[in-house]
C-alpha cells in the first residue's frame, strides 16, 4: 500500500509548475532533451537538470541514450494516466504552454528521410506505428520482432527480410528514436529491407544533395493501401 509520505512526494513532484510543464509536454509520446524541456518551462538548463533528476530518481521519467544525446520521456503508461487524471480535474485551467519544434526545419526532412538505411521522419514513425496496430511489429525498448503474420506480411509485399530472419518469429528489428517526431522509426535488417523495397519499387527517391526522399504518387498509394498510411 502506498504510504502518505510517497504519496505526498509524488503528489510535489507533479505539482511543481515547471516539472508540470515538462511532464504535460512529455504526453504526446516524444522524448525530449534537457534543453528543449527548458525551453518549454521557462527555466534555465541547469535548473531543468536539477528537476529533471529529481523525476528520473522518482520513476516518473525514464532516459534514453542515443549518440551523445539524452532524452527523457515519460517512464510509464501509468504516469501518463495520472497526468491524465490530473487534467481532467484541472479542466478549465489554461495554463500557457510554449511550442516547441523538433528535429530539422526543412520541411522535406521533417517528412521522408533515410537515417542510415532505414526511414524516418514522420513516414518512417507511421510506418511503424501502422505496423504495429497491425501485429506485425513489436517493440521494446532495446529490441523488436517481427511477428507470423508480420512475416507473411513482408512476404506478400515482396520485402526480402534475408536469412537473419530465419529462426522462428524473431527477426532483427529494433526501435530507432526518431530526431523530428521524437518517437520510435523501424530499423535493423527489417527496416533496412523495407526501405531498400521502397526504393526499388519506386515509393521514394532521393533528394539530390539531402538525406530527404520524396514520396512517389506509386509510394503514396503503396503505403496508404498496404498499411494504411496517408501523409498529407
Given amino acids: 500500500m502506498v504510504s502518505n509520505a510517497q504519496f505526498a512526494e ?3 513532484l507533479a505539482g511543481d509548475p515547471a516539472r508540470a510543464s515538462m511532464l504535460n509536454a512529455l504526453m504526446d509520446g516524444r522524448a525530449l532533451t534537457a534543453s528543449e524541456l527548458a525551453n518549454i518551462a521557462g527555466i534555465a538548463p541547469q535548473t531543468a537538470s536539477t528537476h529533471l533528476g529529481r523525476l528520473t530518481r522518482a520513476e ?3 532516459v534514453e541514450k542515443q549518440g551523445r544525446h539524452r532524452y527523457h520521456r515519460l517512464a510509464s503508461p501509468a504516469v501518463a494516466l495520472m497526468i491524465e487524471s490530473i487534467m481532467q480535474v484541472a479542466l478549465g485551467t ?11 526545419k526543412d520541411p522535406a526532412l521533417r517528412q521522408a528521410r533515410i537515417c542510415y538505411d532505414h526511414i524516418a521522419g514522420r513516414l518512417g514513425v507511421a510506418l511503424a506505428d501502422a505496423l504495429i496496430a497491425a501485429g506485425h511489429v513489436e517493440l521494446a525498448s532495446d529490441g523488436g520482432l517481427v511477428t507470423d ?3 507473411a506480411f513482408f512476404q506478400r509485399l515482396g520485402v526480402d527480410l534475408g536469412k537473419r530472419g530465419a ?3 524473431r527477426i532483427l528489428c529494433r526501435p530507432c528514436l526518431d530526431w523530428s517526431e521524437r518517437r520510435p522509426h523501424l530499423a535493423g535488417a527489417v527496416g533496412a529491407a523495407l526501405c531498400a523495397h521502397s526504393f526499388s519499387a519506386g515509393w521514394i527517391r532521393r533528394i539530390k544533395s539531402t538525406r530527404a526522399v520524396t514520396i512517389s504518387p506509386k509510394g ?8 494504411g498510411v496517408r501523409l498529407a
Fill in 10 to 12: 509524488v503528489a510535489a
Fill in 94 to 104: 489554461n495554463v500557457p504552454v510554449r511550442k516547441l519544434v523538433t528535429g530539422p
Fill in 167 to 169: 529462426k522462428g518469429k
Fill in 220 to 227: 503514396q498509394r503503396a503505403f496508404r493501401e498496404s498499411f
Fill in 149 to 151: 503474420t508480420g512475416i
Fill in 60 to 62: 516518473l521519467l525514464a
